[in-house]
């Protein structure tokens, strides 16, 4: 798959996302057939542990933790929307303070002693994966003065082959921040911004307990053959 | 459809993407496992001490945090050549400042004419072969990612 098929995603170097400038490559890729990579198997995580309890955020610890109970779901699909069963989903985020447990992040917001904000799960039969967890809040960074990132849930994943690997970022539908975020505005297209924008979903709202969003997530490649399952 | 679009890893993944013995898709002494040493460096020539590796042949994924010095390690499975290609490791690299991760490959400086002939290999620069080569160095097998500069590793678009 070429990147003029793929408009929607962010180039390597992104100025005005400053950690780009060093880090970025200045050389040209070199392009791989396709068809080399449809017939590699994917990378085999069966060694990654993934227990029930991953997928509940709030339930990692001896309490429940701070912040808006929110319930994030979606499907993982492939090019031709085919729903990807049984395929790791990753999931980290900061607290509903904006700070991360990480040892690296210095922002002066508490930690929460019942969040840690990681979790794993597989998707199901349907190619469905559903995490419960708090929101996360926005947080200050040095990219620029007064520079904030918008409230985000880090994603990871890794489909059926190399090029379906995806390691991404959703954000809150009417964010104010996102305007600002020179990591959303990487994406040149806003609809290819749109994608990563979770919706709002009643119908994963669960009444007197948590706020529901949808996010579906669609990985580059199609399945090598009809019984790989991921 | 539509692809999901990538965005960076950032800087807090520690806490969150390493799981137990990750680096090690082998035991460090298993028969015919292979253990690779080595650093990441920006342009700046400076470590990147924030990046994550990983590593897959076949049924087996590595994965490893950089250190402070830029330095990672992983063990596999040595690969065997297939059909008319060298040996390889397919190799991706996420970072803070990677809006969408690296895809580069690592093949064996004992692999000498099989690597000549080795398709991926035929479609690089034969200047820039070299950064795709691990390299002996005192018994350890060493493979350092460039993401910029002269010496800069060869990355792959998929």
């Known amino acids: 798959m070429s990147d003029s098929e793929l408009p929607s995603e962010p180039p390597y170097l992104h100025p005005d996302y400053r950690s780009t400038v060093l880090r970025a490559p200045r050389r040209e890729l070199v392009r791989l057939p396709a068809e080399w990579f449809h017939h590699s198997s994917g990378p085999a995580y069966g060694r990654i542990p993934v227990r029930p309890e991953d997928a509940d955020l709030t339930r990692q610890h001896r309490g429940e933790p701070l912040g808006e109970r929110i319930i994030v779901s979606g499907r993982v699909l492939d090019s031709d929307g085919r729903p990807l069963r049984h395929t790791l989903v990753e999931v980290w985020q900061a607290n509903a303070a904006g700070r991360y447990l990480d040892p690296v992040d210095d922002h002066p917001a508490p930690l929460d002693p019942n969040f840690t904000g990681a979790g794993r799960c597989l998707t199901d039969d349907e190619g469905r994966y559903r995490f419960v967890t708090v929101k996360p809040g926005a947080y200050p960074w040095r990219n620029h003065a007064n520079a904030w990132r918008p409230a985000h849930i880090h994603f990871s994943l890794f489909g059926t082959t190399l090029a379906s690997r995806l390691v991404t970022q959703m954000y809150f539908p009417g964010d104010p921040l996102m305007p600002y975020d020179p990591i959303l505005n990487s994406i040149p297209d806003p609809r290819g911004r749109e994608l990563l924008v979770a919706r709002f979903d009643l119908d994963t709202t669960e009444p007197e307990w948590a706020l529901g969003y949808r996010w579906d997530i669609v990985l580059r490649g199609r399945r090598a053959t009809p019984l790989e399952a991921g | ?158």
């Open chain 2, 1 to 158: 459809m539509n692809p999901t679009p990538s965005q960076t890893v950032g800087p807090f993944f520690g806490f969150a993407l390493p799981f137990e013995d990750d680096a090690n898709a082998v035991a460090p002494h298993a028969a015919g496992a292979v253990r690779i040493e080595g650093q990441v460096f920006d342009g700046g020539d400076e470590p990147v001490p924030d990046a994550l590796l990983e590593v897959w042949h076949g049924e087996q994924l590595a994965r490893c945090r950089t250190d402070a010095e830029g330095a990672f390690h992983f063990t596999v499975t040595r690969p065997e050549a297939s059909a008319g290609a060298a040996p390889f490791l397919n190799v991706t690299v996420f970072a803070r400042g990677l809006l969408r991760h690296l895809c580069t490959r690592i093949y064996f400086p004992d692999e000498r004419a099989a690597n000549e002939t080795d398709p991926a290999l035929g479609r690089v620069d034969p200047e820039r072969r070299y950064t795709l080569v691990a390299r002996q160095d005192a018994g350890i097998l060493r493979f350092d990612v460039r993401l910029q500069g002269e010496d800069e590793t060869v990355f792959f678009a998929l």
